[in-house]
């Protein structure tokens, strides 16, 4: 059934609700009611995201982002490939088993998982390092994921949380 449901560009979409995995796949609930898989962790707007960056002065590779988005607060957070320290890399090397845990299995399902509950928004702060606890449903189950974000919107790391 989830291989039957269309992808769509979250960028253009109106979602209600939080993610839904099930299966390895990230499910969203349109304001239509009607249930959508996500087209891509980086949009058709990935350039004019790119774009207002580059016109802020922020420095990041184009090349290595994974994906790019904007919350509804306006605020634009990417996840480059990183390294041991920071980005998809360190998450992979730290956090995949947790992440595998919930049926998130290969880099794509998690920087795009990642990525859409980033841009969903919400979340509450932890602090004031950049880190934000999101409550996300994982197959029917509440959980939450901690992402950290350097005050330039770059994803430094993000895992599974057990408060």
Known sequence: MVDSLPSVDLSTATTVGTPVVI??????????????????????????????????????????TVGIVKTPSGVINWLENGNSGAGLQHIMERHSQEFEGW????????????LNTVKNGGGTPLGDNGARLYEVTINGVTKYMNVVTGSNGFIVMAYPYSP
């Open 23 to 64: 299966g390895g796949a990230t499910l969203y609930l349109l304001s239509n009611g009607n249930w959508v898989k996500a087209a891509s962790a980086a949009s058709a707007s990935s350039s004019q995201l790119f774009q207002e960056l580059e016109e802020l002065g922020v420095k990041f590779s184009r090349a290595n």
């Open 103 to 114: 049926g998130l299995t290969s880099e794509s399902q998690v920087s795009q998982f990642i």
